[in-house]
């Protein structure tokens, strides 16, 4: 047997490979919050990697079903907290399904690139680019399809609290994902030649480290501040939650009250802030003219809103002239939280679950962005935090500040609300912004563009944050080059695995 044909053969036995995909599975889960042990995400994708050298189909998918359901079960276990299993259980093998099939070129490039490609060099390079290429590639089906994606899980994500997450004003989230697994594909690599005996295959692995380690956060430049005040006001926003007239107007207008005669440039409510619709409630718009009147400064809130037959979830900004000058509608409606896609079908599966879902959401197509006084405001709403074009979007249009409103009250005491701070933390040291993350119930934090927490406010509490907030000017590379980046991982990983099958059958 040749050695090209010895080294693309399984390292584990399929059942030892299921366990260390398990154990996979579980110390990725543990780099997340809330834990966020960030170093976990590099064992973890060693063991993953192992599990799949020389994997043929069926292997593959067998335990890329083990990581990926068995991950997505723990990373997302908030879905259950109100809902129960059922919407939890379908996610997760939704997910680790699509996880499963994705992961299979990474086992086929295992067995093909080494008998294509055969010298030591290809091996211990070329290999290592294929695989964190598909890795990437991988994150990006799987935050694109079915139904919009669920980004939530790129493992560059799990790294909002590490030194490692600067890399990402460079090349993106996907550009830092991609190093991480490069770096662990090449050890692996350097391991099974034993290469380590001979001091050149070992540089690029120690300049990678350095790479990572000691990158400065991409520079932007300064432009003044802006005084920002944000409300938490703990109302009852959940879907299930108790609630009078006004409940949360009230709860919102309490908690802002401490804020009347201080300067401030803009008041920022979360999402889910407003009881119901201002345009059909005159009610709750001429409550809203009232506290903008008292705070001397627009108010930037959220309701769910109906316009020709539609709903949005929409960021509105109330000024004291008495109505809204700017709207922003949600991009990326959650499916079968906001919206059911295909509802027939899934009605006729779980009637009485997807019968609690009456309001179907449009995905909005207005900018995310507002202008204060001549100051660009990136917004996102909610989840929209995970998906880069509305980032990108409000970026492009000259965002200097971004602020994120959420509601996670259908989630309270779990890790969801961490999981997305995270996020949203990382969305400030990729773009060099300063982010104001608001939530109906915590936990809200103000956070400087390279990833320092201002001000926060803990979890099932009401109170207000009043910060003069940086203001930058200037894309970052991550900004400009990471779509790019993304699309050469992706097509140029795909690309060299077909190159790797057809010279292997050459061969």
Known sequence: MSESRALSRPLLPLWAAAIAAAVAAVLMFFAYPGAAVWLLAFPATALLLLSLIGRRFGGALTVGLVYGILFFALLVSWTSRYLGPVPWAALSVLEGALTALALIPIALAYRWVPRAFPSAAARLFLLPVVVAALWVGRELFIGTWPYGGFPWARIGMSQAQSPLASLSSWVGVSGLGFLMVLLVAMVVEVVRLRAWRRPLPLVVPAALVLVLAFTPIFPTADAGTMRIAAVQGNGPTGYFDQREPYSVIDAQTEATEPLYGEDVDLLVWPEGSLDTDPFQNETLARRMTLITTRIGAPLLANAATGRADRYFNTSLLWTDAGGATQLHDKRHPVPFGE?????????????????????????????????????????????????????????????????????????????????????????????????????????????????????????????????????????????????????????????TLLVGWWRSRRR
């Open 339 to 495: 919206y059911v896609p295909d509802r027939a079908f899934f009605n006729a599966l779980a009637p009485d679950l997807i019968g609690l879902i009456q309001r179907e959401y449009t995905p909005g197509e207005n900018p995310p962005i507002v202008d204060i006084d001549g100051v660009a405001v990136g917004l996102a709403i909610c989840f929209d935090v995970i998906y880069d074009d509305v980032i990108l979007e409000g970026m492009n249009a000259g965002a200097q500040v971004l602020v994120f409103q959420t509601n996670n009250a259908d989630f309270r005491g779990t890790d969801e609300n961490l999981q997305q701070l995270a996020f949203a933390r990382m969305r400030a040291i990729e773009t060099g912004r300063s982010v104001v993350n608001v939530s109906t119930v915590g936990t809200s934090q103000i956070i400087r563009p390279n990833g320092e927490t201002v001000t926060s406010l803990d979890a099932d509490e009401s109170g207000a944050m009043l910060e003069d907030v940086d203001l930058r000017t200037g894309l970052t590379a991550g900004i400009v080059l990471g779509p790019w980046v993304q699309q050469v991982l992706l097509w140029g990983g795909l690309i």
